[in-house]
């Protein structure tokens, strides 16, 4: 071997090599598999396709972009490959997928989280929307604006 290094999105690990007989040069890709452990207990390679394809549900409706689902897909694996952990649940990756889903589409969170997380009614609803109130920066009107009230509907 002649050189390794680990490729930009951190999945693949390069290496140049010679061969010892001929002196040519020639590079392997090296990606270790990422197996998920479903509920059932089967295991399948992680794909961040079928990641792409439950969040793009979630979206549905939604002015989020094809880009943006490829960059959130690319972040969830990133994600669980950090874990340095060769299996994982769906649990994991479901965990994976609602940090950039929430940065990405709040509403869509809402959606794919309901889904995920069992949502049994309402009330389950209404804390998830209260904790996504909570994170949000209170926004602030200039000293000397009037903050007027708006009636509801």
Do not use: N
Not at 34 to 46: A, H
Request: aromatic residues 4%; proline residues 5%; contains cysteine.
């Amino acid at each position: 071997m002649v050189d390794s290094r680990t490729t930009e999105d951190g999945c693949s690990i390069r290496r140049r090599r010679q061969c010892p007989d001929c002196g040519r040069r020639f590079t392997t890709v090296e990606t270790a598999t990422l197996m998920v452990i479903k509920r059932s207990g089967v295991t399948e390679p992680f794909s961040r396709e079928k990641v792409i394809s439950g969040v793009r549900k979630a979206c549905q409706g939604r002015p989020v972009t094809e880009d943006a689902l490829a960059l959130l897909g690319q972040r969830v694996e990133e994600c669980v490959r950090a874990s340095g952990s060769a299996e994982l649940s769906t649990h994991d990756v479901g965990l994976a997928i609602l940090g950039p889903l929430k940065d990405l589409d709040v509403v869509a969170y809402l959606r794919f989280a309901s889904v995920y997380q069992a949502y049994d009614g309402l009330a389950d609803f209404e804390a998830a929307i209260a904790e996504l109130r909570g994170a949000e920066q209170p926004l602030t009107a200039p000293d000397d604006a009037a903050v007027v009230p708006v009636a509801a509907p």
